[in-house]
Antibody, heavy 121, light 106 residues
Framework: EVQLEQSGAEVRKPGESLKISCETS????????IAWVRQMPGKGLEWLGIIYPGDSKTRYSPSFQGQVTFSADKSITTAYLQWSSLKASDTAMYYC??????????????WGQGTLVTVSS | SSELTQDPAVSVALGQTVRITCQGDSLRSYFASWYQQKPGQAPVLVID???NRPSGIPDRFSGSRSGNTASMTITGAQAEDEADYYC??????????FGGGTKLTV
């Protein structure tokens, strides 16, 4: 059974760093891309980008390039999303999802439960 | 632009049929997928890019595409279908975009 288990809710102050995780199981971690998706309070879904755990190749949304960093640890089949200096506007729910390529298009078949990040002074 | 446009809200009577649409230029070249999100829950894939339903998704959900518009239809809407629905697709650069979401009231 494919599962994506995300780390728990976090509260940080502006300017602080943070790394959240997405632990996967039930499939070959190194052969599927993993996506990160943001959902600000009361708003829609936004794509941050993807990482390929096989070689840690990444692709960032132009809107988030330079704002976040993706990484992956093959030994523990876990993907990470990190910030070096959080802003209040980073307050949101963050989801990881398995990224599927099919017929030239993409979709997300399995999702983590989400990690709520709150940035407040 | 690679934007996807959805109606913000749609309502349907119990047992009736409803179509939720997603418009965008990228849909002329690429396929859309659809996600259901209930309050406090993660999104769930309901229609993939080949208009297939994942295991566990009722067959009252179906997908289609025409021109620059992708559609998801619920035939015989149930109370448990009340949720937010999002489409997504890609652009020519390989970036992914989500529609703004449609709040379905049953």
């Amino acid at each position: 059974e494919v599962q994506l288990e995300q780390s728990g809710a976090e509260v940080r102050k502006p300017g602080e760093s943070l790394k959240i995780s997405c632990e996967t199981s039930g499939y070959s971690f190194t052969t599927y891309w993993i996506a990160w998706v943001r959902q600000m309070p009361g708003k829609g879904l936004e794509w941050l980008g993807i990482i390929y755990p096989g070689d840690s190749k990444t692709r960032y949304s132009p809107s988030f390039q330079g704002q976040v960093t993706f990484s992956a640890d093959k030994s523990i089949t876990t993907a990470y999303l990190q910030w070096s200096s959080l802003k209040a506007s980073d307050t949101a729910m963050y989801y990881c999802a398995r990224h599927i390529y099919d017929s030239g298009s993409y979709y997300y078949d399995y999702w983590g439960q989400g990690t709520l990040v709150t940035v407040s002074s | 632009s690679s934007e996807l446009t959805q109606d913000p809200a749609v309502s349907v009577a119990l047992g009736q049929t409803v179509r939720i649409t997603c418009q965008g230029d990228s849909l002329r070249s690429y396929f859309a997928s659809w996600y259901q999100q209930k309050p406090g829950q993660a999104p769930v894939l309901v229609i993939d890019v080949k208009t297939n339903r994942p295991s566990g998704i009722p067959d009252r959900f179906s997908g289609s595409r025409s021109g620059n518009t992708a559609s998801m239809t619920i035939t015989g809407a149930q109370a448990e279908d009340e949720a937010d629905y999002y489409c997504n697709s890609r652009d020519s650069s390989g970036n992914v975009v989500f529609g703004g979401g449609t709040k379905l009231t049953v």
